[in-house]
């Protein structure tokens, strides 16, 4: 991937899911983390299709909204496996306890928890 100021989740969402539908890992999860919404309607549909097929697959689906506008939180949202993995900060340590906790909820050291920084 190449940062040049537009954001197209897409192509990552869907590299990431390839990957784990390929693994042989019983518990797979994936951490979707954006600060921007992408800029395409397609982008938006390409992204949704692929978080459907990680439902589907099983993978869990973290996301978070790291100073995120509401376009980018709301299809984070759409992503995410529920409520409990659905993540929001405008802070940098807010982004350090998201990955903490989200560290912590995947080892089974936490129950799952709705935690917005």
């Known amino acids: 991937m190449v940062a040049d100021g537009a954001t197209d ?3 990552a969402f869907a590299t990431a899911l390839a990957a784990l539908i390929a693994a042989k890992e019983p518990k797979k999860a994936i951490v979707f983390l954006t600060d921007g919404a992408n800029n395409t309607a397609q982008s938006n549909d390409d992204t949704k299709a ?3 097929k990680a439902r589907t697959a099983g993978i869990t689906v973290y996301t978070i909204a790291a100073f995120a506008p509401p376009a980018g939180i709301k299809l984070l949202a759409y992503c ?3 409520v409990q993995t659905t ?3 405008r802070t940098f340590k807010g982004l350090t306890l998201a990955f903490e906790t989200i560290g912590k ?3 089974g050291t936490v129950s799952s928890t709705r935690v917005t920084y």
């Open 9 to 11: 989740s897409s192509g």
């Open 50 to 52: 692929s978080c459907d």
């Open 80 to 82: 995410a496996t529920s």
């Open 87 to 89: 993540f929001e900060t």
């Open 105 to 107: 909820i995947a080892s």
